[in-house]
């Protein structure tokens, strides 16, 4: 079985374009989440989804950041206007549901220049 | 909103030796634990769940919970170089399906 493929691994966007990142999750699981790394705030929740639903999107994130579930198997999250404090890795995580194993993806590491 | 404090920041460990982590949830609702490990360039993985108060063992892993004080601590007997990771401790709202993460401890394990 396949895990969580994200798409690209490394991305540059210079300040003020509209960068969109991709997920694919396990197959047949039903919960996607969107997070944010960095080292001062670790693990950052920005979006997530429970049978294609948004359950959470992100509170403070959710003025330039996007996540959209188009099908049970592919998620974007699109950032726009990127700025510079945007620079993160930023992973993609699906489960089965509540209570069981997330599992991540590689993530993409954006860089805003 | 809810907070996941971990300690210490970084942890180094001599090989076999026992490394202990520590974590704590600000929020009541938030009462069911995830220990995460992370080796670079790769996302994190989960170690083992702790739901119910007391031990959990798995191996070399140990995780106890006590939930009055929502208070899990993660030891690791007989630590090996391939622990050397960031480690997260996430706690879950069972009702909201949310999963919120702490900043992380970094483990170095000196041969």
């Known amino acids: 079985d396949a895990g969580v493929t994200q798409t690209p691994r490394h991305e540059v966007a210079e300040k003020g374009q509209t960068i969109i990142l991709k997920c694919e999750p396990v197959?047949?699981?039903?919960?996607l989440f969107w997070y944010r790394q960095t080292k001062i705030q670790g693990l950052e929740l920005l979006s997530y989804f429970r049978s294609k639903s948004l359950m959470e999107d992100g509170g403070a994130f959710k003025d330039r950041f996007k996540a959209e579930m188009l099908n049970s198997s592919f998620s974007t999250l699109k950032i726009q206007p990127t700025e510079p404090k945007d620079s993160a890795v930023y992973l993609c995580?699906?489960?089965?549901?509540?209570?069981?194993?997330?599992?991540f993806g590689k993530g993409t590491r954006l860089t805003v220049v | 909103q809810q907070k996941v404090q971990q300690s210490p920041e970084s942890l180094s460990v001599p090989e076999g030796g026992m490394a202990s982590l520590n974590c704590t949830s600000s929020?009541?609702?938030?009462?069911y634990f995830w220990w995460y490990r992370q080796h670079s360039g790769e996302g994190p993985k989960a170690l083992m769940?702790?739901?119910?108060?007391g031990d959990k063992k798995e191996g070399r892993f140990t995780a106890h919970l006590n939930k009055a004080s929502l208070h899990v601590s993660l030891h690791i007997r007989d630590s090996q170089p391939s622990d050397s990771a960031l480690y997260f401790c996430a706690s879950m709202n069972y009702n909201q399906g949310k999963l919120i993460f702490g900043q992380g401890t970094k483990l170095s394990i000196k041969p």
């Open positions: 197959s047949g699981h039903n919960d």
């Open positions: 929020d009541r609702n938030f009462q």
């Open positions: 995580a699906s489960s089965l549901g509540v209570g069981t194993e997330v599992f």
């Open positions: 769940s702790i739901f119910s108060d």
